[in-house]
Nanobody, 115 residues
Framework: QGQLVESGGGSVQAGGSLRLSCAASVSIFEINIMGWYRQAPGAERELVADMTSDGRTNYADFVKGRFTISRDITKNTVFLQMNNLDPGDTAVYHC?????????WGQGTQVTVSS
């Protein structure tokens, strides 16, 4: 209970795409928000995008029009499709799941974008 398993990070050139996945072992009935954060070296962790249980999405300004968050309810999985990646997107990306009483974090997956 409460385990998040991320996958899909890697290294790409600027302009490329990656798709991150996060499978959550949290009861779908308990989840309020599923989302993605990132943390670059020397920087604080910041919100990238999240989605409420009723499907409302929220994006950071720096990813609008480039990244898309989605989910597969049947697999309790949230995705982050990242297009037109920029070197500034280089960071460790963490999945987050929030319930009424807990906030769960994944171990993080590295995304590296070269120019």
């Amino acid at each position: 209970q409460g385990q998040l398993v991320e996958s899909g990070g890697g290294s790409v050139q600027a302009g490329g795409s990656l798709r991150l996945s996060c499978a959550a072992s949290v009861s779908i009935f308990e989840i309020n928000i599923m989302g993605w954060y990132r943390q670059a070296p020397g920087a604080e962790r910041e919100l990238v995008a999240d989605m409420t249980s009723d499907g409302r999405t929220n994006y950071a300004d720096f990813v609008k029009g480039r990244f898309t968050i989605s989910r597969d309810i049947t697999k309790n999985t949230v995705f982050l499709q990242m297009n037109n990646l920029d070197p500034g997107d280089t960071a460790v990306y963490h999945c987050n799941v929030q319930t009424d009483f807990n906030s769960y974090w994944g171990q993080g997956t590295q995304v590296t974008v070269s120019s």
